[in-house]
């Protein structure tokens, strides 16, 4: 989730008439771009239990979870998160194969669903049906990007997929505080990390190509 968040501030922060012109701000001023989208993101999140009232393409969210229950994921609940305002998460969990699932919906981004699974030693493995961002993933943490897939297919694709390890647990009860931790750890390397030029000029490459 934090790279879609720190993509869109990426896009905000480039945002030009011209395709090509956010590309030339990219290389020549990419790392500043990118300290400037990081700044706004905040350190940790809440989430604040919500009903299906709050997504606004409830039949595209409701879609998804329903094509995840087969596959044996139990609903965590649907929440807000504070403080990112129209941003909507529901979770689930799959506590035998130990996978969380997270449907998003966001106001710039529309709706995604992505599968983690979380080990022991702190690495994680992400299937996610965003389209990439072009900034590099955490060490440790495998991310691949399935768009345009279904529940089932990404579920089984994870499966087959995820690296081999000892798997933290998964479950009802504790995903809110799993996905909270999960943010904020993922956050602090970032800010740690920083934004490259290179990333920010992949983020406006990417955005050019999608929209051609």
């Known amino acids: 989730m934090t790279r879609i968040l720190l993509l869109v501030g990426i896009l905000v922060a480039l945002r030009v008439l011209q395709p090509v012109m956010k590309?030339?701000?990219a290389l020549v001023a990419g790392k500043a771009v990118g300290k400037v989208a990081l700044a706004k993101q905040p350190d940790t999140i809440h989430l604040v239990k919500a009903d299906s009232s709050a997504w606004?393409?409830?039949a595209?969210?409701?879609a998804i979870g329903g094509g995840l229950r087969p596959c044996g994921?139990?609903?965590a609940g649907t929440y807000t998160i504070d403080p990112m305002p129209g941003v909507v998460v529901r979770l689930l969990a799959q506590p035998q194969e130990s996978f969380y699932?997270?449907?998003y919906e966001h106001p710039k981004v529309g709706t995604w669903?992505?599968?983690v699974s979380r080990y022991a030693d702190g690495t994680g493995a992400c299937f996610t049906t965003s389209k990439p961002t072009g900034l590099k993933s955490r060490p440790g943490h495998v991310m691949v990007?399935?768009?345009?897939?279904t529940p089932m297919a990404l579920y089984e694709r994870a499966r087959a997929e995820r690296p081999r390890g000892a798997l933290a647990p998964a479950t009802v009860e504790n995903a809110v505080r799993d996905f909270e931790q999960g943010y904020a750890?993922?956050?602090a390397w970032r800010k740690n990390e920083g934004v490259s030029t290179v990333e920010v000029t992949r983020v406006a490459i990417n955005k050019m190509d999608q929209a051609a």
Do not use: C, Q
């Open 185 to 187: 750890d993922s956050m």
């Open 101 to 103: 699932a997270a449907v």
């Open 56 to 58: 606004k393409n409830r």
């Open 145 to 149: 990007n399935v768009p345009r897939t």
């Open 73 to 75: 994921f139990l609903d």
């Open 23 to 25: 590309i030339l701000i």
């Open 113 to 115: 669903f992505e599968l």
């Open 60 to 62: 595209a969210a409701g």
